[in-house]
């Protein structure tokens, strides 16, 4: 059972429970990590519906994909007929569609957590979205829902796929949200959320997550993610939490965050949750940001290892522990390279030893360059 987390909520039926536009806005001003990215963000209308959008390139690698037939990406906004542009933002448009959905003796027998990470602007270095992808193939999760990709993911920012084998194209795979359910203990049911960030209607996004939460009976949301910041890649990612209740933050026995700047869809999910009466928690790792265009197995290392101890179950991560030495390796190698890095590097590795001295989410000068320089090995 996690140290702290245990709370239990009662089941909502979505079919009468009342959408709140009050839940359903928030500040850019939440507290929280995130990392020092640009962001844009559109009006409060029904046109623009208020979101931000990631100006970052997404990798690929993070991005989750449903393979789906073209007659089901036409029916992708929902009710047929409806006009999605006629919507108020924060309407909870009820799309989520089940695969399927566990039964009631299921749900009903165990805890259950919900786990969500997103790949993107809150996924320094993948290590979030790689620690997910642990967790779903460890636990054997079986996808029970998914929430299509079309009334909330720009295509032209985060794009579909297809495989083209000898001429013939293959079925394009949409970058939908998947819902897995796994059951690491006999006591403890996980339910996995794995998606690109949504680019529109964030909150009648994680209204939708929400709704099907309660549906399964969990208690407690848990976000995973991750930033760049001024950490060295000689040393363990850091893990900082936030949480909106003290008894959390006292029990998971992490730094706690400070921050103040824009926020990602984690941040909106995790107010919502609370609103609507689960425990939350967030976990982030600090990857280096002169580095960010690798995959840091650290970070991922560092995000299972605090949800292992949280929750109470084993997380097998022998298997990365030679990809974490050559990591290090690697960067040890390309730092060596050039002097300025390293003893930028080296006063990283000060600060790190340090610990209240390490400040997250610098945009020094310095870090730029090594960044530039790296890249252009």
Not at 327 to 334: A, F, H, I, N
């Amino acid at each position: 059972m996690p140290v702290g987390i245990g709370k239990t909520t009662s089941v909502i039926d979505p079919s009468t429970a009342e959408p709140s536009r009050a839940n359903n806005r928030w500040q850019a001003g939440d507290s929280t990590i995130s990392a020092n990215l640009v962001r844009s963000g559109g009006g409060d209308d029904e046109e623009s519906c208020g979101t931000s959008r990631c100006i970052a390139a997404r990798s690929s690698s993070s991005t989750v994909v449903h393979s789906i037939t073209e007659r089901d990406s036409f029916a992708m906004s929902g009710t047929v007929g409806a006009n999605p542009r006629r919507r108020r933002y924060g309407e909870a448009m009820g799309i989520l569609r089940w695969d399927a959905r566990p039964t009631p003796a299921v749900t009903g027998s165990t805890r259950t957590v919900l786990v969500a990470a997103f790949g993107g602007w809150n996924d320094g270095g993948e290590a979030a979205s790689s620690a997910m992808g642990v967790l779903w193939e460890q636990w054997s999760a079986k996808r029970i829902a998914h929430i299509p990709a079309g009334d909330f993911v720009d295509f032209t920012m985060t794009r579909p796929t297809m495989e083209v084998i000898n001429g013939v194209p293959g079925e394009i795979s949409w970058p939908d949200s998947e819902l897995g359910w796994s059951s690491p203990t006999p006591s403890l049911s996980i339910v996995l959320l794995r998606a690109p960030e949504p680019e529109f209607r964030w909150g009648s996004y994680c209204e939708e997550v929400i709704r099907a939460a309660e549906e399964l009976g969990a208690s407690t949301l848990i976000t995973l993610g991750a930033i760049l910041s001024d950490v060295p890649h000689t040393r363990p990612a850091p893990v900082f939490c936030t949480a909106h209740e003290d008894h959390i933050l006292d029990a998971v026995a992490l730094p706690r965050s400070n921050y103040d700047g824009p926020v990602g869809v984690p941040s909106v999910l995790a107010q919502q949750a609370h609103a609507r009466g689960l425990e939350s928690l967030g976990l982030w790792a600090a990857v280096p940001a002169y580095a960010s265009n690798m995959p840091s197995t650290k970070g991922m290392l560092a995000l299972l290892d605090v949800l292992e101890r949280i929750l109470s179950v084993d997380i097998d991560t022998t298997e990365f522990a030679t990809a974490a030495d050559n990591y290090t390796s690697y960067l040890d190698e390309v730092v060596a390279e050039d002097p300025d890095t390293a003893d930028y590097v080296s006063q990283l590795e000060q600060a790190y030893d340090r610990a209240d001295e390490m400040v997250l989410g610098s945009t020094a000068d310095l870090a730029l360059e090594v960044e530039n320089f790296l890249r252009d090995l």
